[in-house]
């Protein structure tokens, strides 16, 4: 069970991060502005953003793992959709109706192959830490993003921008099969009792109770839309600020350097996570000090020049973040009942895509007038925003904030 997690993680990561390196290039070699190219990035969060509730109804009504095949379906296609776009030059409108149904593919992942995996692992009695299943998962993760950002890279240099979009299509459809034959919905029956309208409307309320109805869920969902809005313009807006200091605005290896970078420090963060976790007696503690690490790092890679002092600063950043992520999982599964789950965390990635809907836009214009340095000092500030809420979560004493291992359940 933890080896078909693995798997699809490495699978669909290995897929995603052919095109991360070079995305933002992608866009702008289209014809768009970096207004234009950001605001592309945000119909792709407000993608995810409509969908998030009603894909996470698919998967705590139909499965799981129904969820999964439709995401890489769906993902699949709209790729091809991309890279036809870039091949005929399209106008903005496509790239956001585009990208809209790009966030919808995403929302069928959010949520569900974590839910799929918490429930399994309560249901086979697993006792260990969920810090070190999400931390491997993590280094698994990374693995994947390391390889695949470094070939995409090194592919659109040799070839052109647009073969990675064209291979991490077919990933995608090699996953589909993977899938189709490992996964299966262990510790969860899917409620087929209500109509669609009917079960979404009984997922939403149950989903609101246990989510924003719940205060320590809810003040640490409201930091979602600072960390994981300003993280998905940076890990783009690395890509030319990175060639920028470089001095060669042609070389894509370089650019690829940035999502490189990002994957090897979230190999060492998943490693680092269950220790640094082990420091403290709260999880809160791990994730506040992850929080005000990325805030004050962002702001020293807007305000530096050189070139190798910025992939220094990236790396910092993107070792506080993979340190967070594992931690920040495990803290809000331990408080979300089984029956919601996967709606819940689609929820909180809900939360992150109206953050990343608002933000980029604005980062992006910010970047137009004053340059990416710019735009990444205020990224730095925007995400410090997010300290007063994993506050405020850590004030209602939550049983998940101290807790070190899995309980395991009765299968439902």
Known sequence: MQGTYYTLMLGNTLAASLIWGVNTLFLLDAGLSNLEAFAANAFFSAGMLIFEIPTGVVADTVGRRASYLLGTVTLAVTTILYWMLWVWQSPFWAWALVSVLLGLGFTFFSGAVDA????????????????????????????????????????????????????????????????????????????????????????LRASIRYGL????????????????????????????????????????????????????????????????????????????????????????????????????????????????????????????????RATVLSFDSLMGSAGGVAVQPVLGRVADVGGYGASLVWSGVISAVAVPFVLLSRAQKPAADTAREVTPQTPQ
Do not use: C
């Not at 040799?158 to 077919?170: K, S």
């Not at 589909?176 to 299966?184: E, G, I, N, P």
């Not at 998905?232 to 200091?245: K, R």
């Open 116 to 203: 799929w995996l918490v429930d399994a692992l309560k249901a086979t009695s697993y006792t260990g830490s969920l810090e070190t299943v999400f931390g491997r998962a993590q280094i698994v993760g990374g693995v994947a993003m390391l390889s695949g950002s470094v070939l995409g890279g090194v592919i659109a240099q040799v070839t052109n921008l647009g073969v990675p979009f064209l291979l991490r299509g077919a990933i995608l459809l090699v996953m589909f099969v993977v899938a189709a034959l490992l996964m299966r919905d262990l510790g969860f029956t899917p409620d087929r009792s209500e109509s669609p309208l009917r079960a979404t409307r009984t997922v």
């Open 213 to 340: 109805g719940d205060p320590p869920v809810r003040w640490l969902m409201l930091a979602s839309p600072f960390t994981a809005g300003v993280g998905i313009y940076v890990f783009y807006a690395l890509q030319p600020y990175l060639l920028e200091l470089w001095g060669d605005e042609e070389a894509y290896t370089v650019a690829g350097l940035a999502a490189a970078l990002v994957s090897g420090t979230a190999i060492l963060g998943g490693t680092l996570a269950p220790w640094v976790r082990k420091l403290f007696r709260r999880r809160t503690s791990t994730i506040l000090l992850a929080t005000i690490t990325s805030a004050l790092v962002l702001v020293g890679i807007g305000l530096v020049r050189n070139f190798w002092v910025a992939v220094v600063l990236v790396a910092l950043w993107g070792i506080a973040s993979a340190i967070d992520d594992p931690v920040h999982r495990a803290y809000l599964n331990d408080m979300i009942p089984s029956k919601q």
